[in-house]
């Protein structure tokens, strides 16, 4: 039988131990267990993976200290207002400490450096930082980053998310101790969800000892070096975006629509414009790598980059028509335009017949008793 079994793993090496027991068992009435032949397929060296591929065997691992490596990743959340919600988070693989976080409305970019920014700005620079191939993590905003700070920027291998196991596993520990109580809460907006996500990390998740550390979180991560942490201006400049644009003939680049006039002398170059995502009403112009001024503006038809979109608003009502708005605020601007009569026909130093409205109106009416102007 133990034959048969190696021939059949010959014959397909793909075919797996559960699988060869099934034809045995079908041509023969009768098979070994599957477990036996799992351990004779290793004796043999025939155990391979439904694809084909040998199996692999993969080391334990962690970093000698703390922020020489934190990983990146993004949770699907809760939808919270009627918008689905995404975690970013960063880990850093010695402590475990989480370093970087935020829940955003969307799983891009802005939303990414948001939580990375936040990390940097508190727990210092990593020397590397380990994330997979999802759109927000190959953008060029992150790489330009991480550059900027001497980051070393390290993608996963597609199709092998093994050396993420440390996110993952926070994550996890984040669905069942964190989001159970909050489908059981529930939560007004994004605001609140942070808030919530912000005193359960700092309060239960880092002073717990972990597992496999033997230490809480940020006691072990206080433990390391003095992090060093970016300056402001260090900070700024990483998170500024760039792109490569051509100067016309006229002495102008063009960004997103808007138009900006530059020096005259970068005519025919290609030049970097760096920006504000948030701000493209104003632009820095660089030539291989030097400082060439501010563009002056000559037609600003967008103020922010396309990808840099702010969270979503709360959903409007049907119309977005306030009619008790709309007539309240028209009750108070004729209020601003009306004339107290009663009060220009009192006599000086006598006292006022108050009337319907009159409290209103004075508090309208200039100093000298005409009509007060609405502001």
Same mark, same amino acid.
């Given at each position: 039988m133990l034959e048969l079994a190696e021939a059949l793993k010959?014959?397909?090496p793909r075919r797996t131990a559960a699988h060869?027991?099934?034809?045995? $068992? *079908? #041509?023969? !009435?009768?098979? %070994?267990?599957?477990? =036996? $032949?799992?351990? $004779?397929?290793?004796r043999l060296g025939l155990h391979t993976r439904p694809d084909g591929r040998a199996s692999v065997a993969f080391g334990r691992f962690e970093a000698e200290a703390v922020n020489d490596l934190w990983t990146g990743d993004a949770l699907h959340g809760p939808a919270v207002a009627g918008h689905k919600t995404y975690l970013f988070a960063f880990i850093d693989d010695n402590s475990r400490a989480l370093v970087g976080y935020r829940w955003g409305l969307?799983?891009? =970019?802005v939303r990414l450096e948001a939580a990375l920014r936040g990390g940097l700005a508190a727990r210092g620079v990593p020397r590397s930082i380990y994330v997979d191939n999802g759109s927000a993590f190959v953008s060029a905003p992150l790489l330009r980053a991480c550059a900027v700070l001497g980051i070393r920027l390290v993608h996963s291998t597609p199709g092998r998310p093994q050396g993420r196991g440390k996110i993952e596993r926070f994550f996890e520990t984040v669905r069942i101790q964190f989001l159970v109580e909050v489908e059981a809460r529930g939560v007004a907006d994004l605001d609140e969800l942070n808030r919530l996500f912000t005193a359960w990390v700092e309060t239960v998740y880092h002073r717990r000892v972990h597992t496999e550390t033997r230490h809480a979180p940020i006691e072990r991560f206080g433990a390391g070096a003095v992090p060093? $942490?970016? =300056?402001?201006g260090q900070l700024h400049e990483a998170f500024l975006w760039s792109e490569?644009?051509?100067? =016309?003939? *006229?002495? *102008?680049?063009?960004l997103h629509g808007n138009v900006f006039e530059v020096d005259a002398a970068l005519v025919g170059c290609r030049v970097e414009v760096v920006f504000d995502p948030f701000d493209l009403e104003s632009v820095e112009i660089r030539y291989q790598g030097r400082a060439m001024g501010k !563009?002056?503006?000559?037609?600003?038809?967008?103020?922010?980059?396309?990808? +840099?979109?702010?969270?979503? #608003? %709360? #959903?409007?009502s049907a119309t977005g028509i306030d009619y008790l708005g709309l007539v309240a605020r028209r009750h108070a601007e004729e209020? +601003?335009?009306?004339?107290?009569?009663?009060?220009?026909?009192? %006599? +000086?130093? +006598? %006292?006022? #017949?108050?009337?319907?409205g009159a409290a209103d109106a004075d508090a309208d009416l200039g100093a000298d008793g005409g009509e007060a102007v609405a502001g």
């Amino acid at each position: 039988m133990l034959e048969l079994a190696e021939a059949l793993k010959r014959e397909v090496p793909r075919r797996t131990a559960a699988h060869v027991r099934e034809i045995i $068992l *079908t #041509a023969r !009435g009768w098979a %070994p267990s599957e477990r =036996t $032949l799992q351990r $004779l397929f290793v004796r043999l060296g025939l155990h391979t993976r439904p694809d084909g591929r040998a199996s692999v065997a993969f080391g334990r691992f962690e970093a000698e200290a703390v922020n020489d490596l934190w990983t990146g990743d993004a949770l699907h959340g809760p939808a919270v207002a009627g918008h689905k919600t995404y975690l970013f988070a960063f880990i850093d693989d010695n402590s475990r400490a989480l370093v970087g976080y935020r829940w955003g409305l969307s799983e891009d =970019t802005v939303r990414l450096e948001a939580a990375l920014r936040g990390g940097l700005a508190a727990r210092g620079v990593p020397r590397s930082i380990y994330v997979d191939n999802g759109s927000a993590f190959v953008s060029a905003p992150l790489l330009r980053a991480c550059a900027v700070l001497g980051i070393r920027l390290v993608h996963s291998t597609p199709g092998r998310p093994q050396g993420r196991g440390k996110i993952e596993r926070f994550f996890e520990t984040v669905r069942i101790q964190f989001l159970v109580e909050v489908e059981a809460r529930g939560v007004a907006d994004l605001d609140e969800l942070n808030r919530l996500f912000t005193a359960w990390v700092e309060t239960v998740y880092h002073r717990r000892v972990h597992t496999e550390t033997r230490h809480a979180p940020i006691e072990r991560f206080g433990a390391g070096a003095v992090p060093a $942490l970016p =300056t402001p201006g260090q900070l700024h400049e990483a998170f500024l975006w760039s792109e490569a644009r051509a100067v =016309t003939k *006229t002495g *102008t680049v063009s960004l997103h629509g808007n138009v900006f006039e530059v020096d005259a002398a970068l005519v025919g170059c290609r030049v970097e414009v760096v920006f504000d995502p948030f701000d493209l009403e104003s632009v820095e112009i660089r030539y291989q790598g030097r400082a060439m001024g501010k !563009g002056l503006p000559v037609r600003i038809s967008r103020h922010s980059h396309p990808r +840099a979109r702010p969270e979503a #608003a %709360p #959903a409007p009502s049907a119309t977005g028509i306030d009619y008790l708005g709309l007539v309240a605020r028209r009750h108070a601007e004729e209020l +601003a335009r009306s004339i107290n009569y009663s009060g220009l026909a009192t %006599p +000086a130093g +006598a %006292p006022e #017949a108050p009337g319907p409205g009159a409290a209103d109106a004075d508090a309208d009416l200039g100093a000298d008793g005409g009509e007060a102007v609405a502001g």
